[in-house]
T-cell receptor
Framework: NAGVTQTPKFQVLKTGQSMTLQCAQDMNHNSMYWYRQDPGMGLRLIYYSASEGTTDKGEVPNGYNVSRLNKREFSLRLESAAPSQTSVYFC????????????FGSGTRLTVV | DAKTTQPPSMDCAEGRAANLPCNHSTISGNEYVYWYRQIHSQGPQYIIHGLKNNETNEMASLIITEDRKSSTLILPHATLRDTAVYYC??????????????FGRGTQLTVWP
């Protein structure tokens, strides 16, 4: 009963480095999402995937790319990290079309120095 | 654009009911009202949702006004563990934005002994 699993939990990057945040869900959900949360702010949608094989931009997509590898996995890549991308990143999944709640992961705390 | 307005903070005595208001005056007829909460920067947790009618589950009750322009989340007997940021969200549905959630800054609820 893992739900949504994110790795890593913590990461420190130097400016210009790249990395991929991993997310996997075991609930057979069709849709998956990446959000970021800055201090004192609500969550902002970066990218989402309504179903396997599709991805679309959210509110703040610049500087990020995503891959929906299969139905279970949705990764977020930072090609050239910037200090402005220091944030907590949350992955979530849901089934669209039915009014059920989202399930969120526990987050990845990323610091770019 | 979060489409909802919530007070930034509220407090409540332990054991008393906590009533958290939310305004969503531009809500569309097919949009649901969702409530989530976030404890200590963990991943947000689903609480309850509704369309028109009042709803109740083991965690809370949701009261939606007849014109659907506002709602109230009720925690009937608040405990210290209910201290969290509570988000009221209108669920955008349909088309390219299917299932996406937009978060505002929420209400910081502090339950005191």
């Amino acid at each position: 009963n893992a739900g949504v699993t994110q790795t890593p939990k913590f990461q420190v990057l130097k400016t210009g480095q790249s990395m991929t945040l991993q997310c996997a869900q075991d609930m057979n959900h069709n849709s998956m999402y990446w959000y970021r949360q800055d201090p004192g702010m609500g969550l902002r949608l970066i990218y989402y995937s309504a179903s396997e094989g599709t991805t679309d931009k959210g509110e703040v997509p610049n500087g990020y790319n995503v891959s929906r590898l299969n139905k279970r996995e949705f990764s977020l890549r930072l090609e050239s990290a910037a200090p402005s991308q220091t944030s907590v990143y949350f992955c979530a999944s849901s089934d669209p079309g039915t009014p059920i709640g989202y399930t969120f992961g526990s987050g990845t705390r990323l610091t770019v120095v | 654009d979060a489409k909802t307005t919530q007070p930034p903070s509220m407090d409540c005595a332990e054991g008393r009911a906590a009533n958290l208001p939310c305004n969503h005056s531009t809500i569309s007829g097919n949009e649901y009202v969702y409530w989530y909460r976030q404890i200590h920067s963990q991943g947000p947790q689903y609480i309850i949702h509704g369309l028109k009618n009042n709803e109740t589950n083991e965690m809370a009750s949701l009261i939606i006004t007849e014109d659907r322009k506002s709602s109230t989340l009720i925690l009937p007997h608040a405990t210290l563990r209910d201290t969290a940021v509570y988000y009221c969200i209108v669920r955008v549905d349909g088309g390219s934005t299917l299932g996406r959630l937009y978060f505002g800054r929420g209400t910081q609820l502090t339950v005191w002994p």
